[in-house]
């Protein structure tokens, strides 16, 4: 593994502590063009990293009583359901098509955690149960197929429709992510080769240990700031991912 693919698992795992999302996005380009995976292998590879990762910073949330429990299961429940789907449907799409879609996600992601608002969400939503539904199908459909975690779209979702605090909702986020890559790989995890899955546990590992430091240092960071941070390189590499898949 070169060195800029370690720095990669490191800030990918930092973002999922710090801010519940972000650079888990970039795991599947960074498995691609740092490592050398095929686009297929990457997304199952990313599923692994993401997930152990997630399931790691969540646990730290929950000892640290920022973890919303009920809200995750029920989230994550439905999330599962689009993540089996988006596995499903992955395995017939080509690859290239896949890395485009990647990229086009990426772009979307990095302008929306760009943005001095992030998602846009009207108050009124708080009265409507559609928009967190459909949100957890989507995000969790978007787990299954690309790889992603959607903690862009998941923490937005938790703080300001259901209400949660920032520090809550980037825990239960976690929590929500781990339980997607879990669905999802149900269905693709047969498909990743031997020699692969070692260099997936490594990237894992680094992954994993930014994020218990991240989420150990979240309560006193500024994620306002650091999301923009994380939105802007998210868009470079969603720029580069749809310019290498078209060229």
């Not at 199952?44 to 000892?63: D, E, M, P």
């Not at 994550?76 to 990647?102: D, K, N, Q, S, T």
Request: aromatic letters at 6%; proline letters at 4%.
């Amino acid at each position: 593994m070169t060195p800029l693919a370690a720095a990669l698992a490191l800030v990918i795992g930092a973002s999922l502590g710090l801010v519940g999302g972000g650079g888990s996005i970039l795991t599947v380009p960074a498995l691609v063009y740092a490592v050398g995976f095929a686009p297929r292998d990457a997304i199952v590879a990313s599923l692994l990293v993401v997930g152990v990762a997630a399931l790691a910073g969540a646990y730290v949330h929950w000892r640290l009583g920022t973890l919303d429990l009920a809200v995750a299961a029920w989230f994550g429940g439905l999330g599962a359901v689009g993540a089996w789907a988006g596995a499903r449907l992955g395995r017939l799409v080509p690859g290239a098509w896949l890395m485009v879609g990647f990229a086009v996600i990426a772009v979307a992601a990095g302008l929306t955690l760009m943005s001095p608002r992030g998602i846009p969400v009207s108050r009124g939503a708080r009265r409507h149960w559609s928009v967190v539904a459909s949100t957890a199908l989507g995000v969790g459909f978007l787990t299954g197929l690309l790889g992603l975690g959607g903690g862009f779209i998941i923490v937005p979702a938790l703080a300001l429709v259901l209400g949660l605090p920032m520090a809550r909702a980037v825990g239960t986020s976690l929590a929500v992510i781990a339980i997607n890559c879990a669905a999802a790989l149900t269905t693709a995890a047969a498909g990743l080769a031997a020699d692969r899955a070692l260099v997936t546990a490594v990237f894992a590992a680094l992954a994993l240990a930014g994020t218990l430091v991240g989420a150990r240092t979240a309560s006193r960071a500024r994620p306002e700031l650091l999301r923009r941070a994380f939105g802007v390189l998210v868009l470079g590499v969603g720029v580069y991912t749809g310019a290498a898949a078209v060229v």
